[in-house]
């Protein structure tokens, strides 16, 4: 069965399992529990939530060398397009710019629609309380997060490297290290950071065996994290999800075909309508693999056959678009954080909102193309801005869908970068 299913499997069945004992088995207001709600308490806290924990630390497990080796080896590739001029300069600003406007676009989303308001508050009291006492002794619920200031900027630069690795809240720090150090690289021969580069690539590959790992113990670990939620708290947690799915899905597919349809016509001149037709195939295997990794071939391959894109302007935009490009993901952990925020109590600020502009660009340019790659990174995001990781337990289970859904925007933001290129240097595009 693919991991997918499986996955879905463990929400369905963790869901049910939980729903159903908290509607049969919760005590009445002002009764005592009776020994079956304890039994069933007793099984959340000690084997449902640890297994649910055991994935979730795996993810925080690989931030640090996935940080590093992914940033370092994408900022340094685009040390060799420098020697494209124009074209390591047009893409790096087709990737910022177009990741800041999904971003925007999914905090536009999230504030209008207001999914995490939808809790019923007494629900939302119950979940805060039972996501506090896990929330790094930093962060105090129901104050207003930390904003953006002068400060702010400076402070992204770490004075100490490794005590920023360290830290979850100083994410910026350790991802400025690493873009700072992967531009260095480019300025040294080649032939003396050879081995570097070898070297960092092998720890990217094993990080991504053990994000691997993680998403193999997944469908247990969403089973568990739900099932603990939802015994101890009962059907309502779930109602505001369908709204954040909502919000979330339905700001992907707009960013996908009304945001990038709209470049496509004015930057590549060309039919939004033929575009979207010719690119089914590539947008079923984004879907479907869920990494921008796995359909870099395919992405590649719509460029030059579909479109005519010259094979030395593919062969450069693909594989550092599938690194560094991630308008899907981007708008995802706008929205995430946002709802989760609204769920926890944190009012986030128009301040504290630029401020998860800015680290939701930069941890998806830091997310790796594979499934889940987001999810290490999303969890730093959430505790920079004062809400506990620990409440991503609440969007895991439905992340899969939503997972295979914004590595659709991931990959096709790439392929209308190219296009543009293309055209700006003359290339008829094929129709
Ligand atoms: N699965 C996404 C991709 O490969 C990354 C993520 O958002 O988790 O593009």
């Known amino acids: 069965m693919p991991?997918?299913?499986?996955?879905?499997?463990?929400?369905?069945?963790?869901?049910?399992l939980g729903v159903l004992g908290n509607l049969l088995l919760s005590p009445a207001k002002?009764?005592?529990?009776?020994?079956?709600?304890r039994l069933g308490l007793e099984f959340a806290d000690t084997i449902a939530y640890p297994v649910g924990q055991v994935f979730l630390r795996m993810l925080f497990m690989v931030v640090v060398p996935l940080v590093l080796t992914s940033l370092v080896l994408g900022v340094a590739g685009i040390g060799n397009l420098r020697a494209l001029g124009r074209i390591g300069g047009r893409s790096v600003a087709w990737f910022v710019l177009t990741t800041a406007c999904a971003v925007m676009l999914g905090l536009v989303l999230t504030n209008t629609l207001a999914p995490g308001r939808s809790m019923d508050p007494q629900v939302a009291g119950e979940v805060r309380a039972l996501f506090e006492k896990e929330a790094s002794s930093k962060i105090q619920l129901g104050k207003e997060s930390p904003g953006f200031s002068v400060d702010t900027l400076v402070a992204i630069i770490p004075r100490n490297v490794v005590a920023s690795a360290a830290d979850p809240r100083d994410a910026l720090g350790l991802i400025f290290f690493a873009i700072v150090f992967g531009i260095a690289m480019t300025l040294v021969p080649k032939e003396r950071t050879q081995g570097l580069r070898d070297?960092?690539?092998?720890?990217?590959?094993?990080?991504?065996v053990v994000l691997g790992f993680a998403m193999a113990i997944a469908p247990y670990g969403v089973a568990g994290l739900i099932f603990a939620t939802t015994f101890k708290l009962g059907l309502p947690v779930l109602g505001s999800l369908g709204y954040y799915l909502v919000a979330v899905l339905g700001g992907l597919l707009f960013h996908q075909f009304v945001v990038l349809g709209l470049l496509v016509s004015v930057f590549a001149r060309y039919s939004p309508l033929l575009f979207f037709a010719k690119i089914r195939g590539l947008m079923v295997t984004a879907f479907s693999t869920s990494?921008?990794?796995?359909?870099?071939?395919?992405?590649?391959?719509?460029a030059t056959e579909e479109f005519g894109v010259p094979r030395e302007v593919a062969g450069f935009v693909m594989p550092l678009g599938a690194t560094l490009n991630m308008n899907g993901t981007a708008l995802f952990?706008?929205?995430?954080?946002?709802f989760l925020a609204q769920v926890a109590g944190v009012e986030l600020s128009l301040a504290a909102q630029l401020l998860v502009i800015l680290l939701a660009v930069l941890s998806a340019i830091g997310t790796a193309g594979v499934p889940g790659g987001s999810l290490p990174?999303?969890?730093?995001?959430l505790e920079q801005v004062g809400v506990p990781a620990g409440m991503l337990a609440l969007i895991l289970g439905v992340d899969r869908l939503v997972d295979m859904t914004r590595t659709i925007p991931n990959v096709t933001s790439d392929l209308v970068c190219s296009l543009w290129i293309a055209r700006s240097q003359g290339v008829q595009l094929k129709q």
């Open 291 to 302: 990494s921008s990794n796995a359909t870099l071939p395919t992405t590649m391959r719509t």
């Open 333 to 338: 952990e706008g929205v995430s954080v946002l």
């Open 199 to 208: 070297l960092l690539q092998g720890i990217y590959e094993v990080v991504i």
């Open 30 to 37: 002002g009764e005592a529990p009776g020994e079956a709600y």
């Open 3 to 16: 991991l997918s299913t499986r996955i879905l499997l463990g929400l369905l069945i963790g869901a049910a």
């Open 377 to 381: 990174l999303l969890a730093v995001v």
